[in-house]
């Protein structure tokens, strides 16, 4: 899908520079409180910088992952407009929003 992640970065203060299949770029940041239950081992800030991508979606060592739609939808949600999606060709979108 055009949400999948394609690159990931962490970045201090748990945030997380990210790059979608369709070229849209942005950053996302981890609030503290909402970092509870299966979340928890993110508060370590060694452990976050352990992220990875698995299956376009953004993951750390244990089975702990992010829904990328909606990672998507809160970078989108930064800018006016979104590039658009060329599924059918199965070609990523070509812009790049930073």
Known sequence: M???V??????????LFVQFKN???GRVRLRQENLTGALAPLRDERFFEQVFIDSGAVA?????????DAMYAEVASQYASVPPVYEPSGTPGAADIE
Do not use: F, M
């Open 2 to 4: 055009y949400w999948d």
């Open 6 to 15: 394609v690159e990931v970065k962490p970045e201090p203060d748990h945030r």
């Open 23 to 25: 070229g849209l770029t």
């Open 60 to 68: 750390w060592p244990g089975e702990i992952d992010l829904a990328p």
